[in-house]
């Protein structure tokens, strides 16, 4: 069962990489088609193009990372520094998106882009509370291999 789960989320986390990449290449078309109802992206088009482009970008870099990681999960040696590294560069990215949707709350705040900002803020400093947990177990794992 645990293989079938892991195969299922590195497929999944595939889907995602590739799928974010088709709709930030959709992206100025998706939110001409969207002006159409929303009067308020229409009207800040491409402030909404160049601040979803930024977020989109950040998401794919993430996504990037967790299929990384996935892979020395598969080879069964997770706690690597390379894991710390994407760990740590998911934190940033991660705050990186929270400030850029932070902006746009400030041209359009409604309760969904303030969850996102909420979101992605709390999933960097999750990333960082974990890249040091991954750092001592790598530093011990390290200590334990050189002692044997």
């Excluded at 409604?110 to 400093?125: E, H, Q, R, S, Y």
Aim: aromatic share 14%; proline share 2%; with cysteine.
């Amino acid at each position: 069962m645990k293989n079938r789960l892991t195969l299922f989320t590195k497929y999944l986390l595939d889907a995602m990489f590739w799928l974010g990449i088709a709709c930030e290449a959709a992206l100025p078309w998706l939110i001409k088609i969207g002006g159409r109802f929303y009067p308020h992206l229409r009207d800040y088009y491409l402030l909404h193009v160049i601040l979803l482009l930024i977020s989109g970008a950040g998401a794919i870099v993430i996504v990037f990372e967790l299929r990384r990681m996935f892979r020395t999960v598969l080879a069964g040696s997770c706690f690597v520094r390379e894991n710390v590294t994407s760990l740590r560069r998911m934190g940033w990215v991660s705050m990186g998106i929270a400030a850029v949707t932070a902006v746009r709350v400030a041209v359009l705040i409604t309760p969904a882009t303030l969850i996102i900002v909420a979101v992605f803020f709390i999933a960097g400093l999750f990333s960082f509370v974990l890249a040091g947990v991954f750092d001592q177990a790598v530093s011990y794992k390290e200590d334990s291999d050189f002692t044997i």
